[in-house]
């Protein structure tokens, strides 16, 4: 039996290959029929003529480990056809950590108070499939969450030995119980610290798991080469894939530099693993830091703990009507995250184009005022990137946010438009699709995504979400016997 039938669109399968015309059939949670489907009895027929049939899109670099919770319709992501998220990004994760009250930033952006944790990863996992979102989650643990469970407040040194064996206790459970590999966040003060030893310490457990290794890397300014070469020797050391968090070239003394980072990549990946991915935007978005400041053209305040209503507003704004300088002006507004305009739009281009380039939007669901990147990435690379500016084909955008990132997240069934395959589907508009959020209004929702499916249910049509959750929580044992 046929529950629905995708009828005349252009189907863009997200393999690379060039579009074709066919109908899609959906039995069940799988796509049934690609080609010529004749009526049938009972299902629904929906016309798409005119309009792109794609696999659903795959954001590999997000921070929506408790969003999947606090708002399971997931509108933010569905609206942009995302039927995937990966999850525990730049080392932060909601498990296996029970912290005893607000635990320190980065992590305060995903969970504020205890509650929001979870001890054990399978708990955390189990918890998704009791009250399932509208998208799917592939998770990943934080290096940073396991540093702040080992550690007790005391970051700023190498773990002991004891503290890494804990470290090491927590990350197997956390393998065994699905998580498809382990994130670091060099850059921020919980793991800055860390060596290099004892990231390949914990690496080493990935490889007999088959899990990969995402790495928000020590520093993406100055020594962005020395942070790649640091983040290509942990894959080298413990034999596992490596990917590149939200590449970049950040501040003004290194705009261009890309033209540097990317042939190293390229090269490296003749003998090993590697992947990345990339926003498409000029600006950053993370925790208030007086380092990036110092580094920006431009700082927008995206939330404050102590200041709330200066959310939304520029620092230089904010310090002028004080009266004191930047540096105090944040410090005054602590906790808070903010908005940094860093990188220079040639890099940007530059990095969307190479080919092995994944997108993500690496949007913080938590915001009061958030990057726009939240709601806009994936129509911003189909309708600005590709449309309008001409940096690809279609079929090759609509590859870098499924197929490829399906295949170096080892997301089985996933990512493509085939018969068998999962029927998580997009489908949108290539006329019209574009991004609608901006910095000013942040959680606009896009145009042209007519309609997405999640394992073969309807999430988002009309420019509205439905009401099913068919989101699953995908672990890595079930991939890999699905593979």
């Not at 034999?239 to 970049?248: A, E, L, M, T």
């Not at 600005?384 to 090759?396: A, I, K, S």
Request: proline residues 6%.
């Amino acid at each position: 039996m046929t529950d629905f039938i995708l009828r005349g669109g252009e189907v863009i399968d997200g393999t690379g290959r060039a579009r074709f015309r066919a109908d899609v059939a959906i039995a069940g949670d799988r796509i049934a029929v690609v080609g010529e489907v004749s009526k049938t009895s009972g299902a629904h027929e929906i016309d798409v003529s005119g309009l792109v049939v794609a696999p659903g899109f795959i954001d590999v670099h997000t921070h929506d480990d408790r969003a999947l919770f606090a708002a399971p319709e997931m509108a933010a992501k569905a609206s942009q056809g995302v039927t995937t998220v990966v999850t525990g990004n730049c080392g932060i994760s909601l498990a296996p950590l029970s912290p005893e009250g607000r635990p320190p930033p980065p992590l305060d952006l995903i969970g504020e108070t205890s509650a929001d944790y979870f001890p054990r990863f399978a708990d955390y996992l189990d918890a998704l499939d009791k009250t399932p979102a509208a998208i799917n989650a592939a998770c990943l643990v934080g290096h940073s969450t396991l540093r702040v469970g080992a550690m007790a407040g005391d970051f700023d040194r190498p773990a002991s030995a004891d503290e890494i064996a804990a470290m090491q206790q927590n990350l197997q459970e956390a393998l065994d119980a699905g998580a498809v590999g382990m994130s670091t966040g060099l850059f921020y003060a919980p793991a800055f610290h860390a060596p290099p030893a004892e990231i390949e310490a914990l690496a080493k457990l990935l490889r007999p798991a088959g899990a990969l290794y995402t790495t928000h890397m020590r520093d993406e300014a100055e020594h962005v080469l020395d942070s790649l070469d640091e983040s290509f020797a942990a894959g080298r050391t413990a034999g596992v894939p490596v990917v590149i968090s939200h590449h970049k070239t950040a501040g003004v003394a290194n705009f261009g530099r890309t033209a540097e980072t990317l042939p190293k990549i390229k090269a490296a990946m003749q003998g090993q693993e590697i992947g990345l991915d990339a926003y498409p935007y000029i600006a950053s978005s993370t925790v208030l830091r007086s380092q990036r400041i110092e580094d920006s053209l431009k700082v927008l305040i995206t939330w404050s703990k102590a200041k709330p209503e200066m959310a939304g507003r520029e620092l230089a704004d904010i310090a002028r009507e004080w009266g004191v300088g930047l540096a105090a002006a944040a410090e005054r507004l602590q906790p808070a995250g903010a908005i940094y305009w860093m990188m220079d739009e040639a890099d940007v281009q530059r990095v969307l184009a190479f080919e092995h380039t994944m997108i993500g939007s690496d949007g913080l669901p938590h915001d009061i005022h958030p990057h726009p990147r939240l709601w806009g990435t994936f129509p911003r690379v189909l309708g600005h990137y590709c449309r309008e500016v001409g940096l690809f084909d279609l079929e090759t955008a609509v590859r870098k946010m499924t197929g490829l990132s399906a295949a170096r997240f080892g997301l089985k069934g996933r990512g493509v438009i085939a018969e068998g395959a999962y029927a998580d589907i997009a489908v949108f508009d290539p006329a019209t699709v574009i991004d609608r959020a901006t910095f000013a209004e942040p959680t606009r929702p896009a145009d042209g995504i007519a309609y997405v499916f999640v394992n073969g249910r309807p999430v988002w049509g009309e420019g509205k979400p439905s009401r099913n959750r068919p989101g699953r929580a995908l672990r890595r044992q079930h991939l890999q016997a699905a593979a």
